[in-house]
């Protein structure tokens, strides 16, 4: 079984976040890459379990992080996030805010020279002697006038530009928070994206068995991409996240966990509750019949074993983790194609 892996600091966080990771990457010789310093600025954050544990483990046991160990600990606990595409919008987003900067000031230097031109006028009129002299001072007022007003019209219309570069790279940046978030196969939420749910759900502090988890995985998954090739396998997989976003909604996160195991997690969900959409979800895997789409040659039986479990208040989220997937191991142990429980006397709910 696979095991879990989290969104946007404050900016004085950020600083002060920065400030702690520096040093510590120095101190253990790790070159700060955009690469390594996703995987330090995670440890130091300390919103990633997982990642907490194996690096303070590593850290301990005195380990040196050579480039290889980097790499790994990076694309376990890191790479759904695209660092270089963050890093290229956030240096792009401080040079727009830098050239709007520069652009003000150059109009409050436009806007100081003509409050200093107004004030030169106003005196000079006072000692104004004759129409000549008067009509002289309007000429060059108003010639200032115009200039402000060109100067001020071409501020409209760089910062109307520089708003609207500044809403594409926006998207951009959304697209990518969307994208490392998502499952590419199955347009599910991903791990990364679980685990930040599950952490938030947690420490929220829900009632009494009121945040439900189900462990989902495909059973005899390598005889289908064995026998059918991996394209087949994953329609397979394709076709249980379909079968979960049926059996979602609202609140509830389904997520792919890794290779064909998934997670369901049903807040303000009691054990009942969540042993009733595990069964629809079983149901309607063990009911389906798919077949090849190039030969409509069936793919035969089909089927999920689910483990349930709810997170106690005051509980470390990965016990919870840990609880359902003991409890998907009972279900495989029972004979697969199963809903199996995690409570005290602990008995399957349903055997086919």
Known sequence: MSRPETSEVPSEQSAELLRLTLPLMSKHKVPVTPRNYAVWFEYVRGDNPELKAELQSLIDAGTKFTAQLNERLFEKYASDCNTDLFLKIRNEMTDLME?????????????RRFGGHLDSVIESMQRCSSLDDIRELLRSLIEETRSMQRSTQLLHEHLDAKSKEIALLQEELELERKRASTDPLTGLANRRAFTEALVRHAESGPA???????????????????????????????????VLKQHTKGSD????????????LLPDTGLKG?????????????????VR???????????????????HPGEDPLELVNRADQALYQAKQGGRNRVFVDINTQSALHSA
Request: charged letters at 25%.
């Open 293 to 311: 789409s190039d030969n409509k040659q069936p793919l035969g039986h089909i089927t999920v074993s689910i483990g349930v479990a709810t997170c």
């Open 208 to 242: 009494p068995d009121t945040l439900a988890l189900l462990m989902i995985d495909i059973d005899h998954f390598k005889n289908v991409n064995d026998t059918h090739g991996h394209l087949i396998g994953d329609r397979v997989i394709r076709f249980l996240a379909e």
């Open 99 to 111: 050239d709007v900067a520069s652009s003000l000031r150059d109009v409050d230097d436009d806007t």
């Open 253 to 264: 996160l389904a997520a792919r966990y890794g290779g064909e195991e998934f997670v369901v």
């Open 274 to 290: 969540a042993a009733v959409v595990a069964e629809k979800i079983r149901t309607a895997m063990a009911n389906a019949r798919l």
